[in-house]
């Protein structure tokens, strides 16, 4: 099982950017794909990105294509979200997650963070 803590997370005005990370510890980072999550009140969780083991794929909703990128430092345990021209829809808890598969399935994702609060106000 794999520590996930996430960080980077506060308000914003629209237009505006943020950048989240996500600490991993405990087993074999480097061998797990990555992915981040949100979840706005009222609604489910939703896929946002996912990055694979190597760094070398990524894959984003719809909904953020364009705007935010995945990345990850597997010499520091890191996953990162940089998010841009950030608008108000975009408020929502962010979770970062671990999957043993490459997949925007939320099912397959196995390992979650605590999240961290995204809000864009207007």
């Known amino acids: 099982q794999v520590q996930l803590v996430e960080s980077g997370g506060g308000l914003v005005q629209a237009g505006g950017s943020l950048r989240l990370s996500c600490a991993a510890s405990?087993?074999?980072?480097?061998?797990?794909?990555m992915g981040w999550f949100r979840e706005a009140p009222g609604k489910e969780r939703e896929f946002v990105a996912v990055?694979?083991?190597?760094?070398?794929?990524?894959y984003y909703a719809t909904s953020v294509k364009g705007r935010f990128t995945i990345s990850r430092d597997n010499a520091k345990n890191m996953v990162y979200l940089q998010m841009n021209s950030l608008k108000p829809e975009d408020t929502a808890v962010y979770y970062c997650?671990?999957?043993?598969?490459?997949?925007?399935?939320?099912?397959?994702?196995?390992?979650w963070g605590q999240g961290t609060q995204v809000t864009v106000s207007s």
């Open positions: 405990g087993r074999t980072f480097s061998g797990l794909n």
């Open positions: 990055i694979n083991w190597g760094g070398g794929t990524t």
């Open positions: 997650a671990a999957s043993q598969t490459y997949t925007t399935r939320r099912g397959a994702f196995g390992s």
